[in-house]
């Protein structure tokens, strides 16, 4: 689990004891995602989980897209938001994770609204693209490997409809981003990433300093004409 970046020491604290409402069925698929050998590392907080119900719900969403599933704990919080008869498309490279959240899906009722699709996520939106058309989703969430940041965003813009929100995780990378020393290949995209976003004419942004970072996207008035 990426944790809250940047907040005086308690702060956090406060901000989960006095908001978070996450419930048994997340708390133990968050328990046993921290028992693995990877540990929770990849996994939003929780606190991030609870904004990704509220902001999917917002939308509100009736088709979910979400790059880079892991254990499922972000795709649950989405699923949940779905609306009456809306389905949620999560992608992972392997199923080794996924199939661990899985249990998890079907305790909470969700599991019939999921579609995991295993494969390289390019591929798997690339062929989404050419079945089923763009503009057929309401929400993306990227969450996967930093580097093809740039190609989930552009097939993410394909693939949302006029009035939907792009959500990307991890766009502070454990304040490296803004550390000189740090030039490992995942912080220099992360941070390439980041100026095209802000430089792209075609959409609103806010990066919010929540958890590791998350930045909202939508598209701008004209370009949904
Ligand atoms: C940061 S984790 C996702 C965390 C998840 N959103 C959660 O909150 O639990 C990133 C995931 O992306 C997957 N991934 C990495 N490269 C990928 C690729 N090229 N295509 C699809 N998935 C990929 C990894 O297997 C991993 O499960």
Not at 14 to 30: A, F, G, P, Q
Not at 32 to 50: H, N
Not at 75 to 88: D, E, H, K, S, Y
């Amino acid at each position: 689990m990426a944790n809250q970046i940047g907040l005086p020491a308690g702060l956090s604290d406060y901000i989960r004891e006095s908001s978070l409402r996450e419930d048994e069925v997340l708390r133990k698929l968050r328990e046993t995602t921290s028992e693995l050998a990877t540990g929770s590392a990849m996994q939003v907080m929780p606190e991030e989980g609870q904004l990704l119900t509220l902001l999917a719900g917002l939308t509100p969403a009736r088709r979910i897209l979400e790059i880079g599933t892991f254990t499922g704990y972000s795709t649950l919080c989405l699923a949940r938001a779905l609306a009456p008869g809306g389905r949620l498309v999560t992608c992972d490279i392997t199923d080794r994770w996924p199939q661990i959240g899985a249990d998890y899906w079907t305790r909470a009722g969700v599991d019939g609204q999921i579609d995991l699709r295993i494969g390289d996520a390019t591929d798997t939106l690339k062929a989404m693209i050419a079945d089923e058309g763009p503009g057929g989703f309401d929400f993306v969430f990227i969450d996967a490997d930093k580097q093809r940041y740039p190609d989930y965003y552009e097939m993410a813009l394909t693939l949302l409809g006029d009035h939907g929100l792009i959500v990307v995780d991890n766009t502070l990378f454990f304040g490296r981003v803004a550390d000189p020393d740090a030039q490992d290949a995942d912080t220099a995209a992360i941070r390439a990433f980041n100026i095209l976003v802000r430089d792209d004419p075609r959409v609103e942004m806010s990066l919010v300093p929540m958890a590791d970072g998350i930045t909202l996207i939508r598209k701008k008035q004209r370009m949904r004409e």
